[in-house]
């Protein structure tokens, strides 16, 4: 199999932790793994599997929605036995950390809407994209990431890698030409974010696919600014999807979780990482992930419309002199929006013309947004890059990647948007 032990010229043979196992099972490839259930009726709608995919009833009872399988062990039998000789545990119950129904439910569920196989949870974005990306690299792997990168993964990429023996080249996604000029012969893996921070730029994922199949590469995206129902990463080429639960899937503030989706093939490679690593989703916050995921497609429509409604009344103000939202047509990647984004997300960045002392003083006058990291949730959350994602940046640094001063990052949350209108209304008139 050409481009399996890519990272290492010297060996002969796969290295130590390859994936080479994957492509030698005889054994079909089912998606899941799943709890057998009454098939659900093809082309169903967003909302209708945000509620209904992967929940089971609790045969037992008849009590309505998956229970809460709050154990760590299951009863062994010859079938569990056989599964781990043979090499399929992941399709049996045994322990928790391998398995277990509250998170094969919420799997289900989040392979559903983003049309994938398999899908797996973690206990955080951050496990979720370390065991992804590990299991996609053999040893000595050069990878490519974009410049704008989530602040957690700049860190794992530019810390944590090198130290692995992997190299790491930072590239603009918005331009495939340097994209391609940063290949080289052992690059085996392009991690782009759908949708950046706080800049909303986009990525063309179909794009980065091709550059990624030509090379022999495999692409993973990052959707936690645009989840599901933004777009299915997946149905553009990319090889796996992640996403940070924290924030939109659970969109709840009140859980750290992760996913990722794909292929059973390539989902399958990163279960070992998970099991190594660790980083498995306990399963209470298992279910309380499934309950928030059930509004997935609601909550989203009202972010896009109260995201909307912002942008246009902020764009109007006129102490700002910028705002981005890719609802809007000065967005630079506007026309990528319209033909990549099922839906915009809640996100939306603006400038205040008195720059960051202004935004300063707007963030205590706001009565109803929360100052406060995150997004995602059904409360409006505001922050600054200049003193949260991006205090490592000198002013001079913000400007030149294009995040002007007085940037202001909302999340905008379920809550009416005349109500989050008027509050940055009387914000904004005292400053
Ligand atoms: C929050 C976030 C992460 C990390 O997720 P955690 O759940 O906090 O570990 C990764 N990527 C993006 C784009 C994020 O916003």
Redesign the pocket.
């Known amino acids: 199999m050409p481009g399996l032990c890519k990272g290492d010229p010297r060996s002969k043979a796969p290295a130590v932790g390859s994936a080479a196992w994957v492509n030698e099972l005889g054994r079909a490839r089912r998606p899941g793994p799943a709890l057998p259930a009454a098939a659900l009726p093809a082309a169903l709608g967003s909302s209708t599997l945000s509620v209904h995919a992967g929940s089971r009833d609790d045969p037992a009872t008849g009590a309505v929605g998956t229970p809460i399988y709050q154990n760590s062990t299951f009863v062994l039998g010859a079938d569990q036995y056989r599964a781990i000789d043979q090499g399929y545990a992941r399709d049996r119950f045994i322990y928790t950390r391998y398995g277990n129904p509250s998170q094969w439910a919420v799997q289900e569920k989040i392979a559903a809407l983003e049309g994938a196989e398999s899908a797996l949870v973690f206990a955080?974005?951050?496990a979720a994209?370390a065991a992804s990306v590990l299991a996609m690299l053999d040893r000595g792997a050069h990878l490519i990431a974009s410049k704008e990168l989530?602040g957690?993964?700049y860190a794992f990429f530019h810390h944590e890698l090198p130290s692995l023996g992997f190299s790491v080249s930072y590239v603009d996604p918005r331009d495939p030409n340097a994209v391609r000029a940063a290949l080289r012969p052992n690059t085996m893996l392009l991690f782009f974010?759908a949708m950046t921070?706080p800049l909303l730029n986009l990525v063309d994922i179909a794009a980065m696919a091709a550059i990624a199949r030509a090379a022999g590469a495999k692409l993973i995206v990052?959707a936690?600014?645009v989840s599901p129902l933004g777009v299915r990463a997946l149905d553009h080429g990319a090889d796996l999807v992640l996403h940070?639960g924290?924030?939109y899937l659970n969109g709840h503030s009140d859980l750290?979780?992760?996913a990722v989706a794909g292929s059973r093939k390539y989902v399958d490679r990163v279960w070992p990482r998970l099991l190594a690593y660790g980083g498995c989703l306990d399963p209470h916050a298992c279910f309380l992930l499934e309950r928030g995921l059930k509004t997935l497609a609601l909550r989203m429509r009202a972010h896009e419309q109260g995201a909307s409604a912002i942008a246009e009344y902020l764009a109007r103000h006129r102490q700002v002199s910028w705002v981005r939202h890719t609802s809007r047509a000065d967005h630079p990647d506007h026309a990528l929006a319209t033909r990549q984004l099922r839906q915009h997300s809640g996100v939306v960045a603006f400038a205040l013309h008195g720059g960051d002392a202004a935004a300063l003083a707007l963030l205590p006058r706001l009565r109803l947004m929360r100052e406060a990291t995150s997004?995602g949730g059904v409360e409006t959350l505001v922050s600054l890059p200049f003193n949260t994602s991006h205090a490592a940046f000198t002013a001079e640094q913000r400007a030149q990647i294009g995040i002007p001063p007085g940037c202001v990052r909302l999340s905008v949350g379920i809550e009416d948007a005349a109500d989050l209108i008027a509050d940055l209304d009387q914000a904004l008139a005292t400053i």
Request: charged share 15%; proline share 0%; glycine share 16%.
């Open positions: 955080s974005g951050m994209i989530y957690g993964s974010e921070n990052d936690t600014f940070s924290s924030k750290i979780c992760g997004l």
